[in-house]
């Protein structure tokens, strides 16, 4: 038998179950197809800083899987024709759960058994599938904490080896990678980024031994550190399915087995993958996740229209430094560390007061990681609108974030080079620094340094007070 196996979020030959499957029973005919979005329908097409880790994920997968064809259109029409002319039997791909691929993959799944094709679909990029765990009373879960524990109890089945013996089956035509112009040109932002990432299978696996022979240790406490380097970066990776999460989970068990020193660290590592997928959980059961507010009483808050402030803060010129050294880091490496992603969405919700709509939107234009369902509920989480969300009221102090989290200032000196003469005591609010210890460093602020687009505590007054609309639309709800 030859089977075409559509590969999607799934850049990989092991713990690969569509490809495994295909190779027990027959030829391989491996077809990736790039979906230009006004073809899917998709409202949050793919960015930039994605397209780029596209490009290089795809050159390590034909290495690969020599034999890949490559196709640029619409699935619905190009699976049923590349099935027909290479006379396959089978059609095999493993699951996405994003709203846009679920109704297309479901229609291509019955328009292709009526045509006599087998087609099967398989679990592959998520530990629990959204529909396998519910509450007591029947529903979804909307709360992490309760989805953690009962996910907890489940069993992970063992991640499966590369297809011992794999067959391709020939076909004429696809295109070339070049073709897709996934790049960017003119300028080429993202020169360099091939010395920061190593997109691929082989990159994923070693980024994950890596993490988990240097990073682990401590990752419980110091993930919270910009500075330091204990988180994995993993989430690219993940992303495009070059590695499962199946892998990830039993290689960190592996290591927590075998040094039990390791234990608490490991579990908080897989608390954050099951992070993962809870958003995903939440996006399967509430497709609008990525356009809506959850909570609808937030859509009376009173957002403010951007103006020059949503460009400041995509180029890092707030004036408050550890939000200024996250979006450089950002749009200098297309990553950004979690908690400096919370300060920066926090301060574009509550001290700019701009709608999360406009950060979700930068954030999956710039984020190698870019992720409908984690960015969406990352940015809904902070503005306080989604489910199991950070209360409106906590406003995140970007000066007293940056004291705890880089304490010494390293972060911020990295990113934010003209302020790398100034003192650690004055680094995070370079606004309040005497005069002596700015001319000390060379800085003149709203010269060489932005001064303040906002004052905090007058910033902070005035997102609490918008809130307060939020608060009443909830009563009036009631
Ligand atoms: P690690 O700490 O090493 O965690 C391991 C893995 O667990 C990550 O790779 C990721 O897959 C998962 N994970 C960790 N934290 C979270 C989380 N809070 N939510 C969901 N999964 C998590 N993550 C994305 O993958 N894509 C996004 O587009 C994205 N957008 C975000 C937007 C905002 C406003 C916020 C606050 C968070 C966002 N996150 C997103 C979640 C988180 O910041 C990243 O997953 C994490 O920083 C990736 O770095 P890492 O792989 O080194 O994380």
């Not at 080429?188 to 010395?195: I, Q, R, S, T, Y």
Request: charged share 25%; with cysteine; hydrophobic share 35%.
């Amino acid at each position: 038998m030859t089977t075409l196996v559509w590969f999607r979020q799934d850049l990989r030959i092991k713990d690969n179950p569509a490809l495994f499957e295909a190779a027990k029973s027959g030829r391989v005919l491996p077809v990736f197809i790039l979906e230009p979005a006004d073809k899917t329908g998709e409202t949050h097409p793919l960015g930039g800083a994605s397209r780029w880790w596209l490009h290089h994920s795809l050159k390590a997968l034909q290495q690969d899987l020599p034999g890949l064809v490559l196709l640029k259109g619409s699935a619905r029409h190009l699976i049923p024709e590349v099935a027909k002319q290479a006379g396959v039997e089978a059609v095999f791909w493993n699951r996405c759960y994003e709203p846009h691929a679920i109704e297309r993959d479901t229609d291509l799944k019955s328009s292709l058994k009526d045509d006599g094709y087998e087609v099967k679909s398989f679990k592959a990029s998520l530990l629990y599938e959204p529909w396998e765990l519910e509450t007591q009373s029947g529903g979804p879960y909307k709360v992490y904490s309760p989805f953690w524990k009962a996910a907890r109890q489940i069993e992970i089945d063992d991640a499966l080896p590369a297809p011992e013996k794999l067959e391709i089956a020939d076909y004429d035509g696809g295109e070339e990678l070049e073709s897709f112009d996934l790049l960017p040109k003119k300028p080429d932002w993202a020169k360099g980024w091939e010395g920061l990432w190593t997109p691929g299978e082989a990159g994923a696996s070693e980024r994950l031994g890596s993490f988990l022979e240097e990073g682990l240790k401590g990752y419980g406490k110091l993930r919270n550190r910009p500075d330091l380097p204990n988180v994995s970066r993993l989430s690219p990776h993940l992303h495009f399915g070059e590695i499962s999460p199946r892998q990830i989970w039993h290689a960190t068990q592996d290591v927590m087995d075998r040094r039990s020193s390791l234990g608490d660290d490991g579990m908080k590592f897989l608390s954050e993958i099951a992070w993962r997928e809870f958003s995903h959980n939440l996006l399967y059961h509430f497709p609008k996740l990525p356009s809506e507010n959850w909570r609808s009483t937030f859509d009376e808050y009173p957002w403010k229209e951007p103006e020059g402030e949503l460009v400041k803060w995509q180029k890092g010129q707030t004036g408050y430094p550890i939000v200024d050294a996250g979006m450089r880091e950002l749009w200098q490496t297309g990553y950004m560390h979690n908690r400096v992603r919370m300060i920066a969405a926090s301060f574009l919700i509550k001290h700019l007061r701009l709608h999360w709509r406009h950060g979700e939107a930068w954030f999956r234009d710039t984020l190698v990681d870019a992720d409908l369902a984690n960015n969406s509920a990352g940015w809904q989480w902070v503005a306080g609108s989604g489910a199991d969300a950070a209360p409106y009221f906590r406003v995140f102090n970007p000066i007293t974030q940056g004291e705890k989290f880089d304490p010494d200032g390293d972060y911020i000196r990295q990113w934010v080079p003209e302020l790398r003469e100034l003192e650690t005591q004055y680094l995070f609010a370079p606004f309040d620094a005497p005069a002596e210890a700015l001319e000390k460093a060379g800085i003149k602020l709203g010269d060489t340094y932005p001064k303040p687009l906002v004052d905090h505590a007058k910033a902070r007054e005035a997102a609490l007070e918008g809130y307060e609309v939020v608060k009443q639309a909830g009563q009036d709800d009631a």
